[in-house]
């Protein structure tokens, strides 16, 4: 079996199916993505339509794609928490 997604939120916690998958793989193959900063990309910064952090709020949203910024984990430690 194949799946693929993303492992975490905007506030670093698992999606329940990540962790059921993660638990269950045999094998993980990770698609990188950089940060601005030129380092692998591992986590998701949620912000509101203004570029403001978001910081609390529903785990998943449907659509605002646009307001999710991929950064490498000393990057979003530095804006999120």
Request: proline residues 0%.
């Amino acid at each position: 079996m194949l799946t693929y997604g993303i492992r975490t939120d905007f506030q670093a916690n698992l999606f329940e199916g990540s962790m059921h998958l993660l638990a269950l793989a045999d094998e993980l193959r990770e698609l990188k993505t950089i940060c601005k900063c030129g380092r692998k990309a591992t986590m998701n910064l949620r912000t509101d339509e203004k570029g403001r952090v978001i910081k609390e709020g529903e785990q998943t949203e449907i659509g605002g794609n646009d307001r999710y910024e991929v950064l490498c984990r000393k990057h979003f430690m530095e804006l999120a928490f």
